[in-house]
């Protein structure tokens, strides 16, 4: 089928491909074009149930306060896809005339357990969308799986998500485990989003997409911050002992040095220890001024708590989706992480556009809304953006492609609420959708917005 522009969709997948190349259903002739036992598992009971290349990179880096000259839907504009209605539907596991189950695969124990209201955020959202209808008459039921962030349980859980007759796949978990499950998925042709992205997502991974900035991205914006934002000379990085984030690590002391900073400290850490003091003392030694505290957020607390014990206090730094949630400020690392800084793919608690969350959310359970909920609700937006384009017509092939073409501002077309999550700009042969993120700063023991979306500094 012609796309238009000269492209040609494989209509079995909806993955653009050159002419010529459209190989039978089934097949495998199809060229992408370039660039290009039921463990851990919580069933939800109704609404308050328990529980060839290198992958394009959509957007530029922009001058501080500009948008970014390519990418993703400029702020103010809807959200949407190209639409996938010519593509074969293909199989249908956990689809009918009124229900679309979804799989979460998230890490409830384990060495980096995500707090109950994680899970409390994606159940408000379908349970608000269900108010209104759900999607083409359906309601999405959500099963969570425990990851317990080890890489073995979490291919288990993957593939029992599969066995179970789930329609697709949600990981929100470390960055090795989320990789381990994506390629799982994709060898099995399983529709799975990322909410972590990994460096380089690669391209041959046609059923995995990628939620937010990639880490190699993110340590060139994080460098660029320290410079711009933070005005440092001086600058420190600390890290866990998983080789995943060494991309990341090495993009931001590539980007320090560009621009003629200093990175006087590196070092990593085991993130289940408890004594960091050693690391404390060898920062303050270093003179750096902005420290990025690539890790986990108890072993982020731990090492601010015990630097400020020794009167050091640099800028504190978190990078998106590690400890940029308001838990972080909870009991002594009150005063050690003041005036922190982070990066996010979502809004701050009390900004504005998180006003229908959180009357979701209190209108569901008795505790009052978290951020941690808001990640959620975000994911939820995502997914049903994509459904709605689809319609009634639902099929693991035309959710991939209509994946593959979603384009996401800063209004959800679903019901022209604020999209609660970084513009996404995916294409043919994108499978990493974000190229912006939200500047977060300390106030009062919470994160307030500093700088809205955007992609450099």
């Given at each position: 089928?012609?796309?238009?522009?000269?492209?040609v969709?494989d209509?079995?997948t909806?993955?653009?491909?050159d002419?010529?190349?459209?190989?039978?259903?089934?097949?495998s002739s199809a060229t992408?074009?370039?660039?290009t036992g039921k463990p851990g598992?919580?069933t939800?009971a109704?609404?308050?149930g328990?529980?060839?290349?290198?992958?394009a990179?959509p957007?530029s880096?922009?001058?501080?306060g500009s948008r970014?000259?390519a990418?993703?839907?400029?702020?103010?504009?809807?959200?949407?896809?190209?639409g996938p209605s010519?593509v074969?539907?293909g199989k249908?596991?956990?689809?009918?005339?009124?229900?679309?189950?979804l799989?979460y695969l998230i890490?409830k124990?384990?060495a980096a357990p995500?707090?109950p209201?994680?899970?409390?955020?994606?159940?408000?959202y379908?349970?608000?969308?269900?108010g209104?209808g759900?999607?083409a008459?359906?309601?999405?039921?959500?099963?969570?799986y425990?990851?317990t962030s080890?890489?073995?349980v979490?291919?288990?859980v993957?593939?029992q998500a599969?066995d179970d007759?789930?329609?697709?796949?949600?990981?929100?978990d470390?960055l090795?485990?989320?990789?381990?499950?994506?390629?799982?998925l994709d060898?099995?042709?399983f529709?799975n989003?990322q909410?972590?992205?990994?460096?380089?997502?690669?391209?041959?991974?046609?059923?995995?997409?990628g939620?937010t900035?990639d880490?190699?991205?993110q340590?060139t914006?994080?460098?660029?911050y320290f410079k711009?934002?933070l005005?440092?000379?001086?600058v420190a990085?600390v890290?866990?002992t998983d080789?995943?984030l060494?991309p990341?690590v090495?993009?931001?002391?590539?980007?320090?040095?560009?621009l003629?900073l200093?990175v006087?400290?590196e070092a990593?850490i085991?993130g289940?220890?408890?004594?960091?003091?050693a690391q404390?003392?060898?920062l303050?030694?270093?003179?750096?001024?902005?420290?990025?505290?690539y890790?986990?957020?108890?072993?982020a607390s731990?090492l601010?708590?015990q630097?400020?014990a020794?009167g050091y206090h640099?800028?504190?730094?978190?990078?998106?989706?590690s400890?940029?949630f308001?838990?972080v400020?909870?009991?002594?690392a009150?005063r050690?992480?003041?005036?922190?800084?982070?990066f996010?793919?979502?809004p701050?608690l009390?900004d504005?556009r998180?006003a229908t969350?959180?009357?979701?959310?209190?209108?569901?359970y008795?505790?009052?809304?978290?951020?941690?909920?808001?990640p959620g609700?975000?994911?939820?937006?995502?997914i049903?953006?994509?459904?709605k384009t689809i319609?009634?017509d639902l099929g693991?092939n035309n959710?991939?492609?209509?994946?593959?073409?979603?384009?996401?501002?800063?209004t959800?077309?679903?019901?022209?609420?604020p999209?609660?999550?970084?513009p996404l700009?995916?294409?043919?042969?994108?499978r990493?959708g974000a190229s912006?993120v939200?500047?977060?700063?300390?106030?009062n023991?919470?994160?307030a917005v500093?700088a809205?979306?955007?992609?450099?500094y």
């Open positions: 089928m012609d796309a238009g522009d000269g492209l969709v209509t079995t909806g993955e653009v491909v002419a010529g190349t459209v190989g039978t259903p089934g097949g992408a074009a370039p660039g598992s919580t939800a109704g609404p308050r328990t529980s060839g290349g290198t992958t990179r957007g880096t922009s001058a501080p970014p000259s990418g993703p839907t400029r702020p103010g504009s809807t959200s949407g896809t190209s010519t074969d539907p249908r596991p956990g689809v009918t005339a009124t229900t679309i189950k799989a890490p124990t384990g995500v707090p209201q994680v899970e409390q955020g994606i159940r408000a379908w349970d608000y969308l269900r209104k759900g999607i008459g359906r309601n999405v039921q959500v099963t969570v425990d990851t080890n890489e073995q979490a291919r288990e993957a593939q599969i007759g789930n329609f697709a796949v949600v990981a929100l470390r090795g485990v989320q990789q381990a499950i994506g390629k799982f060898d099995r042709s529709p989003l909410v972590q992205t990994p460096v380089n997502l690669p391209a041959a991974q046609k059923w995995t997409f939620l900035i880490h190699d991205s340590g914006m994080i460098a660029q711009r934002g005005k440092a000379a001086k990085v890290y866990e080789n995943t060494k990341g090495e993009a931001f002391k590539t980007e320090a040095k560009k003629g200093t006087s400290y990593q085991d289940n220890g408890n004594d960091f003091s404390a003392s060898q303050r030694s270093s003179g750096a001024t902005a420290t990025w505290l890790m986990a957020p108890i072993p731990k601010a708590g630097a400020d020794i640099p800028t504190w730094f978190a990078n998106s989706i400890w940029n308001n838990i400020f909870g009991g002594g009150n050690a992480l003041r005036d922190a800084r982070a996010s793919p979502w701050a009390n504005p998180t969350y959180k009357k979701a959310y209190q209108a569901l008795a505790d009052p809304p978290e951020d941690l909920g808001i609700w975000g994911i939820g937006q995502i049903a953006t994509a459904l319609g009634e693991q959710f991939r492609a209509a994946m593959q073409a979603l384009q996401i501002g800063s959800s077309v679903v019901d022209g609420t999209m609660l999550w970084s700009a995916f294409g043919p042969g994108i990493t912006q939200v500047t977060f700063k300390e106030s023991l919470n994160w500093e809205d979306y955007r992609s450099g």
